[in-house]
């Protein structure tokens, strides 16, 4: 089994990394991809990859870091930074994550088109890499509050003509049942639950009917702990040991038998991320 989306190189686990890391073998947790948000993140990422036999690491860069900093210049040397982070160690297997973020923290809660513009041209600059590097690409997409909207434009951004089909997947996947038809018809697509579909659906959720509307070879379970634990720990730190809850809700859901999900989880990396094979 893979938790497909951690930050384990957090200084959340600082104090007991080796711990955490051991608790989730334990669990049968073999590997665990662990994800860069900007450069010194993903630099820390590959280091904790190099350490840990069984974690690999994806390099990228949040969209949000481009709302202030999205000229061309910044977006050209910040993503030939990340090609020498790539190219230091082996154990780089992803780009990402990176995508689209209009869910402001700001005061105002908005998303100017100006800061959209720029988190497209991250982003596809970052997908140009990922296709030069032949890497599959980890995508966060968040939309503004009650809105689809950041998933509507990665949906047309995937889509357009010219595009090569390295393997996209969708990183904590919260989309509505409109949205998933849409992105089930672009095939290098999958899609990565985590923790948050174990909370109680909120009132116009489809997280049950989306689940079912996926094929299981396109789905991959993930923490992305430190946050978002699964049910019964919400609230608290999480670590990768609970994916397991991430994947006790998808099989319960898709009415199969635990093991039948884990072997299909674990055939789903190996063709997603060949390169945890090669090595
Ligand atoms: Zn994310
Ligand atoms: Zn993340």
Request: aromatic share 8%.
């Amino acid at each position: 089994m893979i938790d497909a989306h951690t930050h384990v190189h957090d200084v959340a686990f600082d104090e007991d990394r080796d711990a955490v890391i051991e608790r989730a073998q334990s669990a049968g947790i073999e590997n665990l991809i662990t994800i860069g948000t900007d450069l010194l993140e993903s630099r820390r990422s590959v280091a904790c990859a190099e350490r840990y036999p069984g974690v690999w690491a994806s390099v990228g860069i949040h969209p949000h870091v481009f709302n202030e900093r999205g000229d061309e210049e910044t977006v050209v040397a910040s993503v030939g930074e990340l090609r020498n982070i790539c190219r230091s160690s082996e154990k780089v297997i992803a780009i990402g994550e990176c995508g689209l973020d209009y869910f402001s923290h700001d005061a105002d809660g908005i998303i100017t088109e100006k800061q959209k513009r720029a988190q497209r041209v991250g982003f596809l600059a970052q997908v140009a890499l990922a296709q030069e590097l032949r890497l599959p690409i980890i995508i966060h997409t968040r939309p503004s509050f009650g809105s689809m909207d950041a998933y509507e434009d990665m949906y047309t951004l995937l889509n357009s003509p010219g595009r090569d089909h390295s393997p996209v997947i969708l990183h904590c996947y919260m989309g509505d049942a409109e949205v998933t038809e849409k992105f089930l018809g672009l095939p290098q697509v999958s899609f990565s639950f985590a923790g948050n579909i174990t909370y109680k659906a909120r009132a116009g959720s489809d997280t049950e009917r989306v689940l079912g509307m996926i094929p299981i070879d396109r789905i991959l379970a993930e923490t992305d702990c430190p946050y978002l634990a699964p049910i019964p720990h919400r609230g608290k730190r999480n670590e990768p040991a609970y994916v397991t809850l991430v994947a006790q809700h998808i099989a319960e859901t898709k009415k199969m038998p635990y093991t039948s999900l884990e072997e299909q989880l674990r055939d789903n990396t190996w063709r997603i991320f060949p390169k945890l094979l090669d090595i």
